[in-house]
């Protein structure tokens, strides 16, 4: 069973910065990359970046595109997420997943989640 494990979450003031850090216990043969998504009680899981493998394309949600950076490795099944300028709307529970599907967007198209690391923002 493959394990995903999140870190690097915390409390930061508002304009602070965070790096967070995803590392899957194994390579995972025929998936497309890695993303990362977030979530705040009582609302859906919302697609934050993600990172192909084959090119190493990014996409990012409007709202972090200019503030969140994804970068990673696939060899090592790893994938970080720069977050600068962070704003309390920021302030979620964030979880890396690897993508075994083209929807990279859609949490359906992942399998394979992290348990999530908080990140809280005070203003």
């Known amino acids: 069973q493959v394990q995903v494990v999140e870190s690097g979450g915390g409390l930061v003031q508002a304009g602070g910065s965070l790096r967070l850090s995803c590392a899957a216990s194994?390579?995972?043969?025929?998936?497309?990359?890695m993303g990362w998504f977030r979530q705040v009680p009582g609302e859906d899981r919302k697609f934050v970046a993600f990172?192909?493998?084959?090119?190493?394309?990014?996409a990012y949600a409007d709202f972090v595109k200019g503030r969140f950076a994804i970068s990673g490795d696939d060899a090592k099944s790893t994938v970080f997420l720069q977050m600068n300028s962070l704003k309390p709307e920021d302030t979620a529970n964030y979880y890396c997943?690897?993508?075994?599907?083209?929807?990279?967007?859609?949490?359906?198209?992942?399998?394979?989640w992290g348990q999530g690391t908080q990140v809280t923002v005070s203003s």
């Open positions: 194994a390579r995972i043969f025929g998936s497309y990359g």
């Open positions: 997943a690897i993508a075994m599907r083209s929807l990279y967007y859609s949490p359906t198209a992942y399998d394979y």
């Open positions: 990172l192909g493998w084959n090119g190493g394309n990014t």
